[in-house]
């Protein structure tokens, strides 16, 4: 598995959840630390993968090129899991 692949997908993901319509968050109190696209984005790469969230998690704190590519400043605690 090459990290190219995953930037690809996450692309191609951002660019089709990417809405208007969808509010960036689900609650002003929300912790706001990724917005629901974000998060969206981490569902899908997760099922794509075909891994838990905690092991998606753990990818993108290595593949830092995955997480600018996703605009994620900082990785989602484990809780904040969709």
Excluded: W
């Amino acid at each position: 598995m090459t990290a190219n692949r995953f930037i690809r997908f996450a692309g191609l993901s951002s660019g089709l959840i990417r809405d208007p319509r969808i509010p960036l968050f689900s609650s002003r109190f929300s912790c706001q630390t990724c917005t629901r696209h974000q998060l969206l984005i981490l569902l899908l790469l997760k099922e794509y993968l075909s891994e838990d969230y905690r092991d998606t998690v753990e990818l993108l704190e290595v593949i830092d090129s995955l997480r600018e590519k996703i605009q994620l400043d900082e990785v989602p605690p484990f809780h904040d899991n969709p």
